[in-house]
């Protein structure tokens, strides 16, 4: 009778593998039961990082008034043409920037575009800024064929609207050119 109980004992080895398997799905199961809001470091979550690529438009909503946070405030991507009037805006978002009909660009010369950004009204707008001197911004022309600036002094900007002035020019010699770009902005303050 003995033997017959014998050969039926679990191995040591699969003693322990039980005993670890049983450890790892109670840890899983204990954490995912106990991570609170509280527990989470503000924007240490964004909505991309939750499950399908995101939640409820707006269950986010540190980011979208948080200064400190360095995620573009507006940012457009505009197909060159070469006759002024309205120039065909390829993709645009941004933090603050409205969904709905937010940006329009405009060429005014040769290589020369007003890009204008609407603000998103249901996130206090565009925060911290007042003037252009509140904005910083960054212009990538196409594949080195073209670099870009913005000009200030024709520029301006404040809570509702930012409208920029971007210059395109060859990188060899300086001179304006109508090439696709892309340009952002984000605000220099922090409070």
């Not at 978002?93 to 937010?102: E, L, R, Y």
């Amino acid at each position: 009778m003995r033997a017959r109980f014998r050969g039926r004992r679990p191995t040591p080895a699969f003693v322990i593998a039980c005993v670890a398997l049983f450890v790892a799905m109670s840890g899983v199961a204990y954490a995912a039961n106990t991570v609170r809001s509280r527990d989470i470091v503000n924007d240490a979550v964004t909505s991309a990082d939750i499950k399908g690529g995101g939640g409820k438009t707006g269950d986010i909503k540190n980011r979208d008034v948080n200064a400190l946070l360095a995620v573009a405030k507006g940012f457009a991507s505009v197909k060159a043409q070469n006759t002024n009037g309205a120039a065909t805006v390829l993709n645009y978002g941004g933090q603050q920037t409205s969904t709905n009909n937010g940006v329009t660009a405009q060429r005014v010369g040769t290589g020369i575009y007003d890009v204008t950004f609407n603000a998103n009204t249901g996130t206090g707008k565009f925060v911290n800024i007042n003037s252009v001197d509140d904005l910083a911004w960054q212009v990538t022309g196409r594949n080195g064929f073209s670099t870009g600036s913005v000009f200030s002094n024709a520029s301006s900007a404040n809570t509702n609207q930012v409208k920029l002035r971007v210059f395109m020019r060859r990188p060899n010699n300086g001179t304006l050119i109508d090439s696709d770009f892309t340009v952002q902005f984000y605000a220099r303050t922090t409070s």
